[in-house]
């Protein structure tokens, strides 16, 4: 089922866990789960501290990707990358 882009944007902009993946040298990309916020139209913003293995990954890759997912059936995510 694909979502046209309105449904995409509020399915984001819905209260979800995502999960962040950043790419890291010489290993598999780092995933974690991070809560954060979106309006429509607007950027994904998250909070980390800047100490952290993943804010110091995004700083060097100078973009992430994000999946949001529901936990129940019927299944639905959306999928986003960008530069930071």
């Known amino acids: ?4 882009g309105d449904e995409r944007e509020a399915f984001l902009a819905d209260v979800h866990v995502g999960v962040l993946s950043v ?3 010489s290993k598999g990309p780092l995933a ?3 809560w954060y916020t979106y309006r429509p139209g607007g950027v994904v913003s998250l909070t980390t501290q800047k ?6 990954l995004i700083a060097r890759a100078g973009r992430f990707s994000l999946c949001v997912q529901t936990e ?3 299944y639905k995510y959306v999928s ?3 530069p930071v």
């Not at 100490?51 to 110091?56: D, P």
């Open 1 to 4: 089922m694909t979502m046209s």
């Open 23 to 25: 790419s890291r040298a």
């Open 32 to 34: 974690v789960p991070i």
């Open 51 to 56: 100490t952290s293995a993943k804010a110091r």
């Open 72 to 74: 129940a059936a019927p």
């Open 80 to 82: 986003v990358e960008g």
